[in-house]
């Protein structure tokens, strides 16, 4: 069996991930007392509440193992104990977009990937285009809106 490929994210990642997954944790014992007391209620053939409990019990479930599975295939990465002079994960990115904009990115995991807070997943079509190029670069990126350019005029790692 081959290996399973590692999860790369930053600490805050990995820390929102131990987050949810101890939330999760949490919610078990409620979701069983809910069965319970739907079981109480009598024929569970017709109780809507018992089959409500048991799917929320199968959701919780699954995505305790999603979470079990990537935290167990993470590959956790500082920025600050990075450098050069490319764009790698975990590196922060100042751009100028096509109207000398200046925008700024840092290059994430898919977990923690927010574009309206800064952070784009590696595999984000910026994502790619960034990875392996320095300043002075110019990309191109393909979105649905249409082609977008920028300009790489920064490169730290924070």
């Known amino acids: 069996m081959a290996a399973q490929e590692k999860i790369p994210m930053l600490i805050e990642g990995q820390q ?3 987050d949810e997954l101890a ?4 919610e078990r014992p409620k979701i069983i007392d809910a069965i319970e007391e739907a079981r109480a209620h009598g ?3 017709e109780n809507a509440e018992y089959h409500a409990a048991k799917e929320r019990q199968g959701q919780v479930e699954a995505m305790i ?3 079990e599975g990537k935290l167990s295939r993470a590959l ?3 920025p600050k104990t990075l450098s050069g002079d490319k764009v790698i994960f975990g590196a922060t990115v100042h751009l100028l977009d ?6 700024k990115y840092q290059i994430v995991g898919q977990t923690e990937a927010n574009a309206k807070g800064g952070r784009i997943s590696y595999n984000s079509p910026l994502g790619r285009a960034l990875i392996g190029r320095k300043v002075d670069d110019e990309i191109e990126v ?5 082609d977008r350019y920028y300009l790489i005029s920064k490169i730290e790692f924070i």
């Open 65 to 67: 193992g999603d979470i």
């Open 43 to 45: 024929d569970l053939s």
């Open 23 to 26: 939330r999760l944790h949490a």
């Open 98 to 103: 096509e109207d000398d904009k200046p925008v």
């Open 142 to 146: 393909s979105v649905p809106s249409g």
């Open 16 to 18: 929102m991930l131990m």
């Open 76 to 78: 956790v990465i500082d």
